[in-house]
């Protein structure tokens, strides 16, 4: 900021507008919440970087050190110089690397508008203040309590004058002047250390509990003589019945000036736990991506026949999760994964039917026919872009409703910019190394603490989690380090690696000196994102193994294919023998069963010879040889079709006739056997066809034996009589008479009430019952504000969400928000009412 | 990256036999991972659990089993495999079983919450005593083995250090007069004398008796030796005379017919497992001398009260012998905790190219039920089904064209089914020995059979284990029990000792088609297939056509 000649700002908007077009374009690209919409002018754009919503999503964005940093400010004085603001961060003694890190801080904060003015007058923008400062209700991250000045307002003069006597300093004739000299007492390192030396020691015990926070701290309506003493003295203020606080000034002065136990002024290192050969990672990270692909294939397979149906939330069910985690043989979050990742990918989909089913798209056959390595590319890509989140599936949404793969409530905008994130810290590190995951995870809360401490996993760390884990899995990385293709990714260009292991990321505002090509910072846009994607693509292509087209048969009935297999050989012997093991290689198994599978799709035991021999490198052996032809063999021995009726005759001859006449071409007959024809028609049919062509058939039961055909009555099923239904409605119960009672006499007051005329300024009076009272929304509001203090009932119009308008009397009891909660006399019961609904009210005459 | 071995996601590793690197490769993997079938061209191995922590016993890290599976891979390894071994291996170890001066049996940790997550679990409680640190709880003495057994299901397995007893020293010497221990047979008794206890694991007919005779010289102190059947202790006492210092007056006998207790007892399971009014009388032949090496043969058949009461000798060394760590019931990890892990194993292929064991032919002969037998077999009881398909006829003529065919070979025609076997040897005219036959009558027809004098004999499943039958290059199996896997291994086992000619040997499996003895016959042969002895499937009409 260049503050040279001009005259200091005034105010956040006369420091915005003296700043170049350069760093205000810094300011709306880091805080792009300003510019939606664009505002006016730059008293606007002050106003909206000063609100709270704004505000808080800027200081959420900060990394530790710059909100430590926006913490001190808080607590130092309004405005501060940059000497309180760095004795408050390296503390008295002046701690070299907080006193380097702290220029970089501070100009985060101004590029970020959260403070302005200049060195001798840094004020942190109000809102961010009223945020960050200490109250009782929010205790702040430094664990300060509130100021000498705060903690003794509206203490009575006498006591301050006590306190400031017993503390050793001569008595004033006001409040204001003794409280400032308490606290030029307190700030004072030597007279304060003189001052502590005559404490008792379990005084000095009280004030090392409290110092580092909370400075809060009960006691008893009659203290003992060791708090006395510093109560006496103004060590510890009360704030409350039984409630003392230690004052800021002392908690500074104990603290050595520091606002922070911890000033976090240099990002944490990330760690390289393990080294591995790059070609080692790269290759890994290729067999795992080859397995990716694998895997999204044998997922589609799987439910290339009816898919798992769609459950009426969305989503899979947690029994089909299971079942495709049975059926890939992994874990479920790991199958969760992948078919999130298929599905984020666009390779599967629900296909919308009545029955709604789980089924591969359109677009998966033409990812089929891709090159592997841009089949991987694209699935990578997806991973690294998507917003959905498989992590979350089998956790619990807000409203506690389960989370389903597939279903809604996944998206986390975060995640994106985590996964890149993560990589990047990884691509910082040299190649081949591995970091801990605890140390990722330590730098990313770094560079985004939470404001109010939580539990350790909030959602950034488990998304880095998910990523350091969904990265192997997907062969991003490699034994835990990136690969040459998962950098390329990134769209960083692979760089031979530098001894050092200094991070990168915001350490690059650090004023320290990088010698390598810094790596963006945010993700990419997607066109540079397909270029990446492509260049990881050619890198990964020459790792993964080549398929094979052929396979090892053995005389245990198994055939190992070591390695890929061509797809038709795959999918022919797949038909053919059971899968057994997966992996590099895959092993399958003959059975009886799996041969005759092939011989159903139609395969003959001859052809099955011949592709065995065709693609084995071995003999086949004599088992497999045998298996195949003794399974044919049997194959087919026994018929089954399907027939709806049949003619059984001892005369074959009558039955060569009946199949000779024409007439009987419409009963579909054919001859099973000498004596039976089987008939597509049924048997009444059967038996009507033959007596029309002049035969006498006679029915047969299941049984044989002869049916005496009699005209059988036809029944329904099962039915209950109708109900009668009488003229007009069923006479009314007593406690039905008396709820309509009690509603038309509520409704009645509503009606009849004598109310006050409404104000004159609302136009006509409301004269007569019946009319809806109209007031304007600032007299509603009033109105109703003083019924709630005065706990009368009111008579109001009101229109309902379907656009009724009816009338009601309430007892309003609070307004807030925009809603009146009242008890409503018509309804006889608590409700809530929002008020640009009510379209007017008005007083209740009184009796 | 061209390697041997291809790792897969089940965690079994392929193991290209072909490749050049295979030897070196096989010897990289053999310490952590179990063979699981050997076929021709690619042998599978599996990583388990256990098979981690008998490397890790054996003295090797998770750096070498990892490096190993890295180096040979041909495609790469993943990583969540290679975390999961390190991590597996990393559990055991983490509990010791010492021997503390002061407080006896200690259960010492070097991570503190394993130990306070192992004390927490309901099964462990009743087995510890007091807890003398942070770090350390004692154990009642007597509950070492069931400690053990109850930690490895909760897997954290014990390193048991704790030390063995010497036992009652007593001069025991191999005595190598024209014949020497082979190579894999030292190898055996050093790996297990070096590793205290465990199991050594060699095909039949590898001469597991000398691994044993060879440890008994090693620890030179009175030995307690358990077999399955009277047969076998008789075969163990003679190679003991033959193979060592010992005499006939040392070697004690403890069976349903004799109760000799000496420096080296041989007793049968069954006498020990023999309860009367609920207690175990004979169990006291445990305590009855101060052994200083238990041996137990077939350890894949240890019947349950037997591992009872090995929990309680676990301050003894000891010995298990076995041709299968497999066992129908599923016990292996009880194997492992009471009696030791697996010190030695090699593949019967490697063996028999050593030429320590005969090359097998194997042939499964199917048989056509005719199709009287075919409707009497479709309405016969399901418990009677196996039966009545194993005992067919044509089977009978089947198994007479194989004796035509091998006539002037040492035949034995081995089956279930006593009525069958009898028939049989009324129409081969060969002797039949089965359960009622008496021992000397059995020794006898040994005898026999061993000096040529008859050349064909018919044995029931008592000849399924232990007795030593040199000179039988054929056998024929009619019918068997079920689908038992290791009563094939050691029916093949009969035919597969070295033959004086170098003979090729025969074995021939009698199956009558589409019945279930068909698929109990290829559930049994599978195990052999997987060893790397394949079937040959021959249809019956046309061996008879062959041999007519």
């Known amino acids: 900021m260049s503050t040279e000649d001009r005259p200091a700002p005034r105010s956040l908007a006369e420091a915005l507008r003296v700043r170049d077009d350069d760093s205000l374009a810094a300011l709306l690209r880091s805080r792009p919440d300003l510019i939606t919409p664009v505002p006016t002018d730059l008293t606007q754009l002050a106003t909206r970087a000063g609100t709270r919503a704004s505000v808080l999503r800027a200081l959420e964005r900060l990394d530790r050190f710059a909100l430590q940093t926006a913490e001190a400010l808080a607590v130092a004085a309004d405005p501060a110089t940059y000497d309180d603001l760095l004795a408050l961060m390296a503390g008295d003694a002046r701690d070299p690397a907080v006193a380097a890190a702290l220029p970089r801080a501070l100009a985060t904060l101004r590029e970020q508008a959260l403070v302005w003015g200049g060195e001798d007058r840094l004020r942190l923008v109000r809102t961010a203040r009223e945020l960050l400062a200490p109250s009782p209700q929010h205790p702040s991250p430094t664990g300060l309590g509130p100021t000498v000045q705060e903690a003794t307002a509206g203490m009575s003069p006498g006591r301050i004058q006590e306190i400031v006597t017993t503390a050793g300093l001569p008595t004033t004739h006001d409040s204001v002047s003794a409280v400032t000299a308490l606290a030029a007492l307190f700030s004072d390192r030597e007279r304060m250390a003189a001052l502590l030396d005559e404490a008792p020691e379990e005084s000095r015990a009280v004030l090392a509990r409290l110092v580092w926070g909370p400075p809060y701290g009960q006691v008893t309506p009659d203290p003992a003589a060791h708090l006395r003493w510093l109560l006496d003295r103004g060590l510890l203020l009360p704030t409350a019945p039984g409630t003392v606080v230690l004052p800021r000034e002392v908690a500074l002065h104990l603290r050595g000036g520091h606002a922070h136990r911890e000033p976090e002024a240099v990002p944490p290192v990330v760690e390289a736990t393990a080294t591995h050969r790059p070609a080692m990672v790269d290759a890994t990270a290729a067999g795992q991506a080859y397995t990716a692909l694998a895997t999204i294939e044998d997922l589609l397979k799987d439910w290339d026949e009816g898919g798992p149906t769609v459950l009426r939330a969305g989503g899979l069910s947690v029994r089909d999760l299971k079942r495709t985690a049975v059926a890939l043989d992994v874990p479920e979050p790991v199958a969760a994964f992948w078919v999130e990742l298929a599905y984020a990918a666009g390779l599967l989909a629900s296909d919308g039917d009545a029955d709604e089913r789980y089924a591969a798209t359109p677009a998966y056959d033409e990812w089929l026919e891709r090159p592997a390595a841009e089949r991987w590319a694209r699935l990578a890509e997806t991973w690294l872009t998507a917003t959905r989140t498989s992590g979350l599936i089998g956790g619990r949404d807000a409203k506690d409703r389960a989370l389903s793969a597939l279903g809604p409530g996944l998206d986390r905008s975060a995640a994106p910019e985590v996964r890149h994130r993560v990589l990047t810290l990884l691509a910082g590190l040299p190649e081949g190394a591995a970091p801990a995951a605890e140390s990722v995870l330590a730098r990313l809360r770094w560079e985004r603490p939470l404001r109010v401490p939580q539990r350790e996993d909030d959602l950034r760390s488990r998304l880095a989690r998910w990523t350091l884990s969904e990265a192997e899995l997907l062969g991003v990385t490699g034994r835990g380090a990136l690969s040459a293709q998962g950098r390329a990714l990134l769209g960083t260009p692979v760089v031979k690696a530098p001894k050092e292991s200094e991070p990168s990321g915001p350490g690059d505002k650090l004023p320290v000196h990088h010698h390598r090509p810094s790596l963006p910072r945010e993700p990419l846009s997607p066109p540079e994102q397909a270029v990446a994607s492509t260049a990881a693509a050619r890198l990964l292509a020459p790792l993964l193994p080549e398929p094979l087209d052929h396979v090892l048969l053995q005389a245990d009935l198994t055939a190992v294919a070591p390695g890929p297999l061509q797809r038709p050989l795959a999918d022919m012997l797949s038909v053919l023998a059971d899968v057994e093991s997966k992996g590099g290689a895959t092993v399958y198994r003959f059975t009886p069963a799996s041969v005759r599978r092939a011989l159903d799709a139609g395969r003959a035991a001859s052809d099955l010879h011949d592709f065995l021999g065709a693609h084995s490198r071995t003999p086949v052996p004599q088992p497999l040889a045998y298996l195949i032809d003794d399974v044919a063999r049997k194959h087919g021995h026994l018929r089954v079709g399907a027939a709806s009726a049949y003619v059984r005759c001892d005369d074959d001859t009558l039955l060569n006739e009946i199949l000779a006449d024409k007439r009987g071409s419409a009963l579909g007959l054919r001859r099973l056997a000498p004596t039976v024809l089987a008939a597509q028609a049924d048997p009444t049919a059967l038996l009507d066809g033959l007596r029309a062509m002049g035969y006498a058939p006679a029915a047969e039961s299941a049984e044989g034996d002869v049916l005496i055909t009699r005209a059988l009555a036809h029944r329904t099923p099962p039915r209950t009589a109708p109900e009668p239904v009488p003229d007009g409605p069923p006479t009314p119960d007593a406690t039905l008479l008396s709820a309509a009672i009690r509603a038309i006499r509520a409704g009645d007051l509503a009606a009849t009430a004598p109310r006050k005329p409404a104000a004159a300024a609302s136009g006509e009076p409301a004269g007569t019952s019946g009319d809806l009272p109209r007031t304007s929304s600032a007299e509603t509001l009033a109105t109703v504000q003083a019924a709630v203090l005065t706990g009368e009932a009111l008579w109001i119009g009101y229109v309902n969400a379907e656009g009724a308008a009816s009338q009601r009397v309430i007892a309003p009891i609070r307004v807030e928000g925009g809603f009146v909660t009242a008890y409503d006399h018509t309804a006889d019961e608590v409700r809530t009412y929002p008020l640009h609904r009510i379209t007017g009210v008005a007083e209740l005459a009184d009796d | ?548």
């Open chain 2, 1 to 548: 990256m061209n390697g041997p071995l291809i790792v897969q996601s089940d965690k079994t590793l392929l193991l290209e036999v072909d490749h050049e690197q295979a030897d070196d490769c096989r010897r990289a993997i053999a310490p952590f991972a179990e063979l699981e079938r050997a076929p021709e061209h690619i042998h599978t191995y599996r990583v388990t659990p256990l098979g981690l922590w008998n490397a890790r016993a054996a003295g090797h890290d998770a750096e070498q089993v990892v490096d190993a599976l890295v180096q040979y891979s041909r495609y790469p390894v993943p990583h969540a495999l290679l975390v999961d071994i390190a991590e597996t291996m990393d559990r055991y170890g983490r509990l010791t079983l010492t021997k503390h001066p002061a407080h006896g049996l200690v259960l010492t940790t070097t991570d503190r919450p394993v130990l306070e997550e192992i004390l927490r679990s309901k099964r462990v409680i009743p087995l510890v005593g007091a807890r003398i640190d942070p770090d350390s709880v004692a154990v009642h003495p007597s509950e070492r083995g069931q400690i053990k057994q109850t930690l490895l299901k909760l897997g954290w397995p014990a390193e048991d250090l704790a030390g063995y007893v010497d036992g009652e020293a007593h001069p025991i010497e191999l005595r190598e007069d024209g014949w020497a221990l082979r190579a894999y047979q030292k190898q055996a008794v050093e790996n297990f004398w070096h590793g205290g206890s465990g199991v050594v694991v060699l095909p039949c007919g590898a001469g597991k008796t000398l691994v044993g005779a060879g440890s008994m010289a090693q620890a030179k102190s009175t030995t307690l030796i358990l077999v399955t059947n009277t047969v076998s202790a008789r075969q163990w006492k003679h190679e003991l005379v033959k193979r060592t210092s010992l005499t006939e007056d040392e070697i004690g006998e403890y069976s349903g017919t004799r109760k000799e207790i000496r420096p080296v007892t041989i007793a049968t399971y069954q006498v020990l497992t023999t309860k009367r009014k609920g207690i175990y009388p004979h169990l006291e032949l445990f305590d009855s001398r101060d052994w200083g090496l238990i041996v137990y043969d077939e350890v894949h058949l240890l019947p349950a009260p037997v591992f009872k009461f090995t929990a309680d000798l676990q301050a003894r060394r000891r010995l298990g012998l076995t041709a299968t760590l497999v066992r129908e019931d599923g016990r292996e990890s009880d194997v492992f905790s009471l009696i030791g892990p697996k010190r030695f194993d090699a593949p019967w292929k490697e063996i028999e190219a050593q030429g320590y064991i005969a090359p097998a032919d194997c042939v499964e002969v199917r048989v056509n039920l005719t199709d009287s037998e075919r409707l009497a077999y479709a309405t016969a009881e399901t418990e009677e089904k196996y039966r009545f398909c194993a005992t067919t006829a044509t089977k009978r003529k089947v198994t007479e064209a194989l004796v035509r065919r091998f006539a002037g070979q040492q035949i034995l025609v081995i089956g279930q089914y006593i009525d069958q076997l009898d028939e049989l040897g009324e129409h081969l005219n060969a002797p039949v020995i089965k359960g009622e036959t008496s021992n000397a009558q059995r020794e006898k027809l040994f005898d026999a059979f061993r000096e040529g004098e008859i050349s064909v004999l018919v044995v029931s499943k008592v000849a399924n284990f232990s007795i030593d039958l040199p000179e039988a290059t054929v056998a024929i199996q009619v019918s068997g029990t079920f689908g038992s896997r290791q009563e094939e291994a050691q029916r093949l086992g009969r035919v597969l000792r070295p033959k004086a000619d170098g003979h090729q040997a025969h074995f021939y499996s009698v199956v009558a088609r589409d019945t279930i003895d068909q698929d109990f016959a290829a559930h049994r042969q599978r195990f052999l297939a997987e060893q790397g002895y394949a079937y040959r499937i021959v249809d019956a009409d046309e061996m008879l056509a062959e041999g007519a």
